[in-house]
């Protein structure tokens, strides 16, 4: 999402990711790496609970969740990988973006 940010916000898109880190980990993180998006550190997993995103210790732990939450706070697109692989491109997300921009107006 790094290298499309551009294209998801000229959509009007907000990305925010959550991971399970520390918050001192996590802000390290996205300072080393120059991420233009928010990180939200969730050690306590309060957000990957609310969005039921699963937990598989034997597969290194949360499995990826990626989702589309409207202005209203509805989600109207959720992806629940099974493996750390399965993960929507960025192609698949803007398309999926394009088609509920255009349903919208």
Known sequence: MRDD???FTSR????????PNSPAAFEQYWRNENIPFVGLPDP???IARMYRQQVNLFKMGRMPLSCIVDKKGYIRFAHYGVSMQDIPSNEELLH???ELNASSR
């Open 12 to 19: 009007g898109v907000e990305i925010l990711a959550v991971g």
């Open 96 to 98: 999926v973006i394009d």
């Open 5 to 7: 940010h551009e294209k």
């Open 44 to 46: 306590d997993h309060t």
